[in-house]
């Protein structure tokens, strides 16, 4: 998400969105402009380590899952 800029909470939902003073104009045109920023050309390449290998492999693991 860092590599991307996207925006952390973009995909979710918070609780004070259902307050009465909530303003759902503004958080959608805030949301809207955060989307703008994110960075859809450029590809990155991710790099992990660990000083434990058994949590590399249980890295590569999950990343083979996801």
Partial sequence: MIAKNIAPGLHRRFAFQSRKWFDKD???KAKTQAKLKIMT????????SDS???MITIAQENAKQA
């Avoid at 050309?41 to 992990?48: A, D, E, L």
Wanted: overall charge negative.
């Fill in 52 to 54: 434990n290998p058994e």
């Fill in 26 to 28: 503004i958080f959608d």
């Fill in 41 to 48: 050309t450029k590809q990155h390449t991710i790099i992990g």
